[in-house]
């Protein structure tokens, strides 16, 4: 017994290989790709500008410093009193609090803002 072939008549595999065949420039773009190490006429690009950040208004600015007062845990814990009754608690212990917070909180001792610290809204 002999395996299995396909049979092809000669004239239809004669055919078969003279069939042109398409080339794969005729499915797919032809796309030139520049040398490398090329000479570089080109002259370089000026540095990006960064943006400037925006400017910061006083209450921002003192907002900020208060709140850094807040997070400063060697002047005691915050919860439950004013920030300035934290700030003269520093002071009475000798903890040396810095004299520019307690300036910002007897300017602007009647807004909440100022007047109370981070945690003020979490209960004890």
């Not at 909180?105 to 909440?112: A, C, I, P, V, W």
Request: with cysteine; hydrophobic share 30%; proline share 10%.
């Amino acid at each position: 017994m002999t395996p299995s072939r396909s049979v092809r008549s000669p004239a239809l595999h004669i055919e078969y290989m003279t069939q042109k065949r398409g080339l794969i420039t005729d499915t797919f773009k032809v796309v030139n790709k520049a040398r490398r190490g090329g000479k570089r006429d080109k002259c370089p690009s000026p540095p990006i500008a960064e943006p400037e950040p925006p400017q910061l208004s006083e209450r921002d600015i003192d907002l900020q410093g208060l709140k850094k007062f807040d997070l400063e845990w060697k002047f005691g814990p915050c919860t439950g009193i004013s920030r300035l009754q934290r700030w003269e608690r520093a002071a009475l212990h000798g903890l040396n609090p810095p004299q520019e917070i307690k300036d910002i909180l007897l300017k602007q001792s009647t807004d909440q803002e100022y007047t109370q610290s981070l945690w003020c809204d979490y209960p004890l």
